[in-house]
Protein backbone atom coordinates (compact mmCIF):
# COMPACT_ATOMS: atom_id res chain seq x y z
CA UNK A 1 0.00 0.00 0.00
CA UNK A 2 1.43 3.45 -0.83
CA UNK A 3 0.13 6.36 1.76
CA UNK A 4 -0.67 10.06 0.55
CA UNK A 5 -1.89 12.86 3.10
CA UNK A 6 -5.46 11.67 1.99
CA UNK A 7 -4.88 9.17 0.00
CA UNK A 8 -4.10 4.49 0.27
CA UNK A 9 -3.36 3.64 -2.35
CA UNK A 10 -4.33 -0.46 -2.00
CA UNK A 11 -2.43 -3.04 -4.56
CA UNK A 12 -5.21 -4.87 -6.20
CA UNK A 13 -5.18 -8.65 -5.24
CA UNK A 14 -7.32 -11.20 -7.28
CA UNK A 15 -9.94 -10.84 -4.74
CA UNK A 16 -10.81 -7.36 -4.98
CA UNK A 17 -10.20 -7.64 -9.45
CA UNK A 18 -12.96 -10.77 -9.28
CA UNK A 19 -15.43 -8.43 -6.93
CA UNK A 20 -15.08 -5.64 -9.06
CA UNK A 21 -16.25 -7.78 -12.04
CA UNK A 22 -19.41 -9.03 -9.89
CA UNK A 23 -20.32 -5.46 -9.64
CA UNK A 24 -19.64 -2.12 -7.21
CA UNK A 25 -21.12 -3.77 -4.38
CA UNK A 26 -18.86 -6.92 -4.31
CA UNK A 27 -16.11 -4.09 -4.91
CA UNK A 28 -16.85 -1.93 -2.12
CA UNK A 29 -17.32 -5.35 0.33
CA UNK A 30 -13.56 -6.08 -0.64
CA UNK A 31 -12.11 -2.86 -0.59
CA UNK A 32 -14.78 -1.71 2.70
CA UNK A 33 -15.23 1.51 1.38
CA UNK A 34 -18.07 3.65 -0.73
CA UNK A 35 -17.59 2.95 -4.63
CA UNK A 36 -19.62 6.16 -6.02
CA UNK A 37 -22.20 5.34 -9.00
CA UNK A 38 -19.71 6.80 -11.09
CA UNK A 39 -17.56 4.07 -10.93
CA UNK A 40 -15.45 3.42 -13.00
CA UNK A 41 -13.49 6.20 -13.85
CA UNK A 42 -12.87 7.11 -17.88
CA UNK A 43 -10.40 4.68 -19.56
CA UNK A 44 -10.69 2.27 -16.67
CA UNK A 45 -12.94 -0.57 -18.18
CA UNK A 46 -13.98 -4.33 -17.76
CA UNK A 47 -11.15 -4.99 -20.45
CA UNK A 48 -8.79 -3.32 -18.24
CA UNK A 49 -9.55 -5.00 -15.30
CA UNK A 50 -9.22 -8.05 -17.02
CA UNK A 51 -5.90 -7.49 -18.07
CA UNK A 52 -5.03 -6.55 -14.47
CA UNK A 53 -6.16 -9.84 -13.32
CA UNK A 54 -4.24 -12.04 -15.77
CA UNK A 55 -1.10 -9.99 -15.38
CA UNK A 56 -1.68 -10.33 -11.24
CA UNK A 57 -1.94 -13.91 -11.75
CA UNK A 58 1.15 -14.72 -14.22
CA UNK A 59 3.36 -12.00 -11.71
CA UNK A 60 1.87 -12.66 -8.33
CA UNK A 61 5.78 -11.16 -7.01
CA UNK A 62 5.73 -8.52 -8.52
CA UNK A 63 2.00 -6.84 -7.47
CA UNK A 64 2.87 -3.40 -6.31
CA UNK A 65 4.65 -2.85 -10.09
CA UNK A 66 0.54 -3.62 -11.08
CA UNK A 67 -2.78 -1.68 -10.44
CA UNK A 68 -4.04 0.30 -7.67
CA UNK A 69 -7.21 1.48 -6.10
CA UNK A 70 -7.08 5.52 -4.98
CA UNK A 71 -9.34 5.20 -1.43
CA UNK A 72 -10.12 9.11 -0.02
CA UNK A 73 -9.51 8.89 3.85
CA UNK A 74 -11.37 11.46 5.89
CA UNK A 75 -11.55 11.61 9.59
CA UNK A 76 -15.00 10.55 10.45
CA UNK A 77 -16.54 9.47 6.95
CA UNK A 78 -16.57 6.08 5.25
CA UNK A 79 -13.48 5.84 3.00
CA UNK A 80 -14.01 6.13 -0.55
CA UNK A 81 -13.39 5.01 -4.39
CA UNK A 82 -12.05 7.90 -5.67
CA UNK A 83 -9.58 6.49 -8.93
CA UNK A 84 -7.31 4.27 -10.07
CA UNK A 85 -3.88 3.48 -11.45
CA UNK A 86 -0.85 1.88 -11.23
CA UNK A 87 2.05 0.78 -13.03
CA UNK A 88 2.46 -1.26 -16.40
CA UNK A 89 4.81 -3.74 -15.01
CA UNK A 90 8.28 -3.60 -13.37
CA UNK A 91 11.16 -1.40 -14.42
CA UNK A 92 12.66 -2.99 -17.25
CA UNK A 93 16.42 -3.46 -18.30
CA UNK A 94 16.90 0.23 -18.36
CA UNK A 95 15.16 0.96 -15.47
CA UNK A 96 12.47 2.87 -16.61
CA UNK A 97 8.55 2.21 -15.28
CA UNK A 98 5.54 3.78 -16.75
CA UNK A 99 2.46 4.57 -14.67
CA UNK A 100 -0.99 5.75 -14.99
CA UNK A 101 -3.89 7.16 -13.43
CA UNK A 102 -7.62 8.31 -13.82
CA UNK A 103 -9.86 9.77 -11.04
CA UNK A 104 -14.18 9.64 -10.94
CA UNK A 105 -15.58 12.90 -12.26
CA UNK A 106 -17.05 14.35 -9.07
CA UNK A 107 -13.49 13.68 -7.52
CA UNK A 108 -11.53 16.02 -10.24
CA UNK A 109 -10.09 18.97 -9.70
CA UNK A 110 -9.23 18.00 -5.77
CA UNK A 111 -5.35 17.05 -6.50
CA UNK A 112 -6.07 13.55 -5.79
CA UNK A 113 -4.33 12.76 -9.39
CA UNK A 114 -1.05 14.40 -8.77
CA UNK A 115 -1.32 13.40 -5.04
CA UNK A 116 -1.49 9.64 -6.07
CA UNK A 117 1.46 10.30 -9.14
CA UNK A 118 3.30 11.42 -6.65
CA UNK A 119 3.10 8.36 -3.98
CA UNK A 120 3.59 6.17 -7.00
CA UNK A 121 6.79 8.28 -7.43
CA UNK A 122 8.50 8.49 -4.12
CA UNK A 123 7.50 4.43 -4.31
CA UNK A 124 9.09 3.88 -7.44
CA UNK A 125 12.08 5.55 -6.95
CA UNK A 126 12.63 3.92 -3.24
CA UNK A 127 13.55 1.04 -5.41
CA UNK A 128 17.07 0.95 -6.68
CA UNK A 129 15.81 -1.03 -9.97
CA UNK A 130 13.74 2.26 -10.86
CA UNK A 131 16.01 5.16 -12.92
CA UNK A 132 13.39 6.78 -14.57
CA UNK A 133 9.28 6.70 -14.90
CA UNK A 134 7.35 7.85 -17.89
CA UNK A 135 3.81 8.60 -18.31
CA UNK A 136 1.75 9.22 -21.43
CA UNK A 137 -1.63 11.06 -22.28
CA UNK A 138 -3.71 12.21 -24.78
CA UNK A 139 -3.03 15.78 -25.90
CA UNK A 140 -6.83 16.22 -25.24
CA UNK A 141 -6.82 15.70 -22.08
CA UNK A 142 -4.86 18.66 -20.27
CA UNK A 143 -5.48 18.15 -16.88
CA UNK A 144 -3.79 14.97 -17.39
CA UNK A 145 -1.05 16.55 -19.35
CA UNK A 146 -1.19 18.98 -15.75
CA UNK A 147 -1.12 16.40 -13.69
CA UNK A 148 2.21 14.97 -14.87
CA UNK A 149 3.53 18.50 -15.23
CA UNK A 150 2.68 19.17 -11.38
CA UNK A 151 4.42 16.52 -10.30
CA UNK A 152 7.78 17.29 -12.18
CA UNK A 153 7.47 15.33 -15.46
CA UNK A 154 9.00 16.75 -18.68
CA UNK A 155 7.25 16.28 -22.25
CA UNK A 156 9.85 14.05 -24.38
CA UNK A 157 7.76 13.65 -27.14
CA UNK A 158 5.47 11.04 -29.14
CA UNK A 159 4.21 8.07 -27.13
CA UNK A 160 2.73 4.88 -28.43
CA UNK A 161 -0.47 3.00 -26.95
CA UNK A 162 -2.39 0.08 -29.07
CA UNK A 163 -5.36 1.29 -26.68
CA UNK A 164 -5.88 4.55 -27.29
CA UNK A 165 -9.13 5.94 -29.27
CA UNK A 166 -8.80 6.15 -32.57
CA UNK A 167 -7.43 9.48 -34.14
CA UNK A 168 -6.09 10.30 -30.41
CA UNK A 169 -2.54 11.79 -30.05
CA UNK A 170 -0.51 9.87 -27.39
CA UNK A 171 1.94 12.02 -25.90
CA UNK A 172 5.10 10.73 -23.52
CA UNK A 173 6.07 12.94 -20.20
CA UNK A 174 9.15 11.30 -18.11
CA UNK A 175 11.30 11.79 -14.85
CA UNK A 176 14.46 10.85 -13.81
CA UNK A 177 15.43 9.97 -10.42
CA UNK A 178 17.86 13.36 -10.24
CA UNK A 179 14.83 14.93 -10.89
CA UNK A 180 12.76 13.33 -8.39
CA UNK A 181 12.65 15.65 -5.20
CA UNK A 182 11.56 13.58 -2.42
Known amino acids: MIHTARLDLIVAAEEQLRAELEGPAALAASLACDVPASWPPEFYD ?46 DAEGVVELGYSIVTERRRRGYATEAVRGMLTFAFSSPRVTSVIGQTLTSLPASIGVLEKAGFVFVGAGDDPHAPPGEQVIRYAIGRAEWSW
Do not use: C, M, N, Q
Open 46 to 91: EDAVRYSLDWLRKHPSESEWGFYYFIERAPGTRPILVGAGGFKGPP
